[in-house]
């Protein structure tokens, strides 16, 4: 999950860094983000596919964020690979774990990587964000995290589903507190919407109006600032970012298939 801030758009003055643009997010279309250092806050963001706004937590599937949730996997366990995604840093490896299967839904988990490691455990951004990242949302799921399957159905022997790698996170967004938006009215975010800005080397995070700003939690600015906890007037939560969707057809002990442009082929266990 974690990658170096990308500085495209950036330019260093002195020891800041100041940027303005927008962001594009796999699956989430594109919003625009606050101007770190700049003199533009941030316009409201959109949480992609599921629509404007939060994708609160009561709006996402049980289980969502909650790795130790029950899980019985009882609709059966399919192992197998997805084509040519292997690298250096992660693995090709992939579990799908059905708890129900019906004409209208499915219910599971989904696991990238070994699934017989310990779950990682991202209850403290800080083990994972060591500076200013404004791409803490990606395309690369966590491996040997249980995701949680979103939007899942069946339709005849075509099983369609989707995981967010953002789902990591969940536990950590959905502790912070909505804080009013003092320029776009009726918005929320979890960090006040002003300048933000970062040492050129990423290693320091600022926060505040310009000429006056103050020293500030670079995982905080991260998540809430540039990443995926948004929030409305109650609550934050995840957004629907960083969308990887499955598509697979079922034909007795196998499952065949895609994952976007890679192929993907399970077999039941």
Same mark, same amino acid.
């Given at each position: 999950m974690k990658r170096r801030p990308g500085l495209s758009g950036c330019v260093a003055v002195g020891l800041l860094v100041a940027c303005s643009g927008t962001e594009n997010r796999l699956g989430g279309g594109t919003g625009n983000v606050a101007a770190p250092g700049g003199s533009s806050p941030a316009a409201p963001r959109d949480a992609g596919p599921a629509g404007n706004g939060v994708a609160t937590a009561t709006s996402l599937p049980s289980g969502f964020g909650?790795?130790?949730?029950?899980?019985?996997?009882s609709a059966g366990k399919w192992q197998g690979y997805i084509e040519n995604y292997a690298t250096a840093n992660r693995s090709d490896s992939v579990l799908l774990e059905l708890d129900s299967l019906s004409e209208t839904s499915a219910t599971?988990?989904?696991?990238?990587?070994?699934?017989?490691a310990p779950v990682p455990d991202y209850s403290d951004p800080h083990r994972y964000i060591h500076g200013f990242d404004d791409s803490v949302t990606g395309d690369q799921p966590a491996e040997s995290y249980p995701f949680t399957l979103v939007l899942a159905k069946l339709t005849g022997s075509r099983l369609q589903f989707q995981v967010l790698s953002d &789902?990591?996170?969940?536990?950590?967004?959905?502790?912070? &507190?909505?804080?009013?938006?003092?320029i776009n009215k009726g918005n929320y975010n979890c960090v006040p919407n002003t300048n933000q800005g970062f040492s050129s080397d990423g290693s320091r995070?600022?926060?505040?109006?310009?000429?006056?700003?103050?020293?500030?939690?670079?995982?905080?600015?991260?998540?809430?600032?540039?990443g995926p906890c948004l929030?409305?007037?109650?609550?934050?939560?995840?957004?629907?970012?960083?969308?990887?969707?499955f598509d697979v057809s079922l034909s007795g002990d196998r499952m065949d298939g895609s994952m976007g442009t890679y192929n993907v082929h399970l077999t039941k266990l």
């Open positions: 909650a790795p130790d949730a029950p899980h019985d996997f599971g988990k989904l696991v990238f990587g070994d699934a017989t &789902e990591v996170w969940q536990p950590w967004c959905v502790q912070q &507190e909505p804080i009013p938006d003092s995070c600022y926060l505040g109006p310009l000429g006056s700003s103050k020293t500030f939690d670079c995982a905080l600015l991260s998540l809430c600032g540039m929030c409305d007037a109650t609550s934050c939560s995840v957004g629907r970012f960083g969308v990887a969707s």
